[in-house]
């Protein structure tokens, strides 16, 4: 496979005619000078640099702190679109906290032979500490960021399922912010479906699944590893917009079973910690010994009924990408029903099979790590050169259960402001999900681009943009 | 509030004023150096920069000889300086960021657009002639913080707190100026000589603690003498860099802190004793005791407070 790929372009058709959510937009983008859309871009990184809204780059010494690149022309979903994308999005999560259930209980998925026992029991990201635990409400996962890509009309896949503690919808928040100041006549033009009550809907969730719900007022905090952390950011702005307390590990102590936060003045019990810091990290006592970012004693007081983590330790299990292959059976065995969203067909780079027809297309394919994240050690085939495809599959053959490949895809591409004036770029989309008394999707979530002209990789570490992603309303 | 959150605050304010004192300080260095001596550098100037900041022994073990160069470098952009321009704008910014929920907005872009902007200069642009520019705007970067301070932050506990780490450092320069050439203002110093050695040390000290315009005002003569400049910056209230006044603030927000938690702590008398020693004391006290004492006792005591007060409530 080698030249240019064909893609869907979501703004126009194969005649070139803007399809009908697009119409407006475009015309508008045409009735404006060359040098509109890069004034609006400066404007934005100044508006952006000034709030602190930064994401910090592993690895690179002298910018600890980055702007992602923003894309100022927003990508656009009809109503209708949205409508099946979070049909298909509220099953899959009701389906994944199921699994979650069922696998640190009774595991009848197991037993019917759905899924192997190994890929469970021998698995990472299987906690034996959480079996036989029920969380309130038997919820597990209650924040997701479900990754979406799309290769035609009607054609949506589920990439990733992030269930651990997905980051990015503070970027949702700020991108529509900022179109708002920009380009508020765009607004007038359009019904675009609000996303500002994600704080609200995110407070409600936490709430909602606090241990001791007759309590009229549950204390909440957001638990950051701390400033130097890449997300940190989106941690303050969280804790800010939803009025609750942003807390490190060391403001935070058990007693009896009980957790509490260091006031200036007396300790106050915390029910519900939304964390953002790993499952390894988040207790020295049950998990890595040496960890300075956790609270000593806080899974007991967690098993103990006497607070809410969030998301539950050992989630990771349901967004493995050892078990992503399953989430299709995964979907049918817990709610009886067909997958709505398709996932895409994946090899698992542990079976021979599966290996031998990798290595015979690593040109065309793309292979990642199973633990991997962030874009970082994974091979795109038709983009890679023929010295990083020999490398790589090196690095292949000594380790394949490390790895999974899955085929190219044609992602979807929309309009994008670049040098030369606007181009289609491609892109994913992340919609943000909750879960508690009940599941809350907040219209559009995060469009992540690829800047640079056919590349597929959106990741912002490896030079990925945002963009606005609107909901129309009917 | 977190006492992380409390110390947070104390410690953000304490550093941006920290920032604007180093630069006042590399200020009047600048000028003396021109002034009292026509353009020839005199170790000395640079020297009582380097003292009153507490920064001399470090520079002594990094640099060595004293020159404009050096202690600018040092006190401007050392990164391993915990004095220079530099690290407390970045530790203002930490301590901001790592309460980014507690403080508004308008106060956050003061400070990360200092710190933005003072990273985007190259310390290599900064030479001897564009110092006073550079300094200038410093200057002003901390006056648009403590403006935004005053004019948005909510005047609950975390309002008292960064009142609190203000003032206890700009008490903590005051006295260290005064101290690195306390026999200047010593009342004999009125007496003997011609003066005109003195006269640059004393201007030097009031444009050190900002007072120099001020202090014409203060002492309707006009005329500057060891005694009226020494009562000026230690015990009189309206003088905003005095002793006095420092405490009169800290003794406030002690006592406003006292009432918002409806708990009087230990740090809470600690200042309130300061302050009261400070109104009752006279300058003629002040020197029979010794000057040099006086302001030793001052800077430990001045330290105590800030301990208890990190104590009474739960800095981390």
Redesign the interface.
């Known amino acids: 496979m080698s030249g240019e790929r064909t893609f869907f372009n979501e703004m126009l058709d194969d005649a070139g005619n803007s399809r009908p959510a697009y119409a407006k937009l475009d015309s508008w983008l045409a009735s404006k000078p060359p040098n509109f859309l890069k004034k609006k871009n400066r404007e934005a990184e100044t508006i952006f640099r000034r709030l602190g809204i930064t994401f910090a780059v592993y690895g690179s010494s002298q910018a600890t702190e980055r702007l992602i690149p923003f894309d100022p022309i927003p990508r656009i979903l009809s109503a209708s679109e949205w409508r099946r994308l979070s049909a298909g999005i509220d099953q899959r999560v009701r389906a994944l906290n199921a699994f979650l259930h069922d696998i640190y209980h009774r595991q009848e998925i197991i037993r019917a032979g759905r899924i192997p026992a190994d890929l469970i029991m021998q698995n990472e990201a299987f906690l034996p500490e959480m079996v036989g635990f029920t969380p309130a409400r038997k919820v597990y996962a209650h924040i997701i960021g479900t990754d979406l890509v799309r290769v035609g009309e009607d054609d949506f896949y589920v990439l990733e399922d992030n269930t651990r503690t997905p980051s990015g919808v503070s970027y949702m928040m700020e991108n529509r912010e900022t179109m708002m100041r920009m380009f508020p006549e765009l607004f007038e033009l359009h019904r675009v479906a609000p996303v500002e009550h994600y704080p609200d809907s995110l407070r409600q969730t936490l709430e909602s699944v606090g241990p001791d719900q007759s309590k009229s007022n549950q204390t909440v905090v957001v638990l950051t590893p701390g400033i130097y952390n890449s997300a940190y950011f989106e941690h303050a702005f969280l804790a800010d917009s939803m009025g609750v307390e942003l807390v490190e590990g060391r403001d935070l102590f058990v007693d009896e079973g009980k957790v509490f936060m260091r006031t200036t003045r007396k300790p106050k019990q915390v029910d519900v910690i939304y964390r953002r810091i790993d499952d390894a990290f988040l207790d020295p006592l049950t998990f890595q010994p040496e960890s300075m970012l956790g609270v000593p004693g806080l899974f007991d007081a967690y098993r103990a009924g006497n607070v809410t983590i969030c998301n539950a330790p050992g989630t990771g299990i349901a967004d493995d990408k050892a078990i992503y292959a399953y989430v299709p059976d995964i979907i049918e065995f817990y709610t009886g029903q067909k997958p709505i969203l398709k996932n895409v067909p994946t090899w698992n780079c542990s079976r021979p099979d599966d290996l031998a027809y990798v290595l015979d297309n690593l040109e065309d394919i793309v292979v990642k790590e199973v633990h991997g994240s962030g874009g970082y050690g994974m091979l795109i085939g038709p983009t890679a050169s023929k010295k990083e495809i020999a490398d790589f599959r090196k690095v292949l053959e000594s380790n394949p259960s490390n790895y999974i490949a899955q085929p190219t895809l044609a992602l979807s591409a929309c309009p994008t402001h670049v040098a030369s004036g606007v181009a289609p770029r491609h892109v994913d989309l992340r919609p943000y999900v909750l879960i508690g008394d009940q599941v809350r999707i907040t219209p559009g979530g995060l469009t992540r681009v690829a800047l640079k002209k056919g590349s597929l990789v959106v990741n912002s570490s490896q030079g990925g943009g945002t963009k606005d992603t609107w909901v129309l309303e009917d | ?6 110390s947070s605050l104390f410690w953000m304010s304490r550093y941006h004023e920290r920032a604007m004192n180093t630069a006042k300080l590399l200020e009047v260095a600048y000028r003396t150096a021109i002034v009292a001596h026509g353009g020839q550098d005199s170790e000395d100037d640079w020297r009582f920069a380097l003292l009153c900041a507490g920064c001399a022994f470090g520079y002594q073990e990094k640099i060595g000889d004293v020159s404009p160069k050096g202690v600018i470098s040092y006190m401007v952009f050392d990164k391993e300086n915990p004095s220079s321009v530099r690290v407390c704008l970045e530790t203002a910014r ?1 301590n901001a ?2 309460v ?2 507690s403080i508004t ?1 308008e106060l ?2 003061a400070i ?2 200092t710190w ?1 902007e003072f990273m985007d200069t190259s310390p290599q642009s900064i030479t001897r002639d564009r110092l006073p520019e550079f300094l200038s705007w410093i200057s002003q970067r901390s006056h648009l913080f403590r403006g935004a301070l005053l004019n948005t932050l909510l005047r609950d ?1 975390g309002y008292f707190f960064s009142q609190l780490g203000n003032f206890v450092e700009r008490a903590d320069n005051t006295a260290r100026v005064l101290n690195t050439q306390y026999w200047v203002l010593l009342p004999d110093n009125d007496v003997i000589g011609d003066g005109s050695m003195d006269r640059y040390q004393w201007t030097g000290i009031l444009r050190a603690l900002s007072g120099h315009r001020s202090y014409r005002f203060a002492y309707p003569d006009a005329k500057l003498t060891a005694f009226n400049i020494a009562e000026f910056l230690i015990l009189r209230r309206e003088m905003p860099r005095s002793l006095a006044h420092c405490y009169e603030w800290i003794s406030g927000s002690a006592n406003d802190l006292g009432l918002f ?1 409806g ?1 009087k702590l230990p740090s809470l008398t600690m200042a309130d004793q300061i302050s009261d020693d400070l109104a009752n004391t006279e300058m003629q006290d002040i020197y029979h005791n010794g000057l040099h004492d006086f302001l030793n006792d001052f800077i430990i005591q001045n330290n105590n407070f800030a301990g208890q007060l990190s104590k009474d ?2 800095f ?1």
Request: aromatic share 14%.
């Open positions: 509030m977190l006492g992380r959150t409390a930490n960021r790592a980014r929920t907005s956050w872009e990360n657009t933005i506990d938690y708990e409530y739960n981390a």
